[in-house]
């Protein structure tokens, strides 16, 4: 294990916003560019771009796929 997989992000120092942010978005698709513009503006936060898709991706991962089998079946069956 390297030093970088335990350090933690400067995203991680305004998780609170972060956490309030993601109440106040409707379904589907988040937009980390405005999320990350929103931190900068309002909180101050001096993290990186990247430091933001790197939190969210360690803190709300994206459910699991669910594997589907499929079944033949004789004609008629």
Known sequence: MDG???????????????AHWRSQQSGGRVNLAALHDWLKREHD?????????RYWKRTFP?????????????MGA
């Open 45 to 53: 936060c001096d993290g990186s771009l990247k430091s933001v898709p």
């Open 62 to 74: 994206a459910p699991a796929i669910r594997a589907r089998r499929r079944v033949d079946t004789p």
């Open 4 to 18: 970088q997989t335990v350090q933690v992000g400067k995203a991680a120092a305004v998780a609170e916003a972060i």
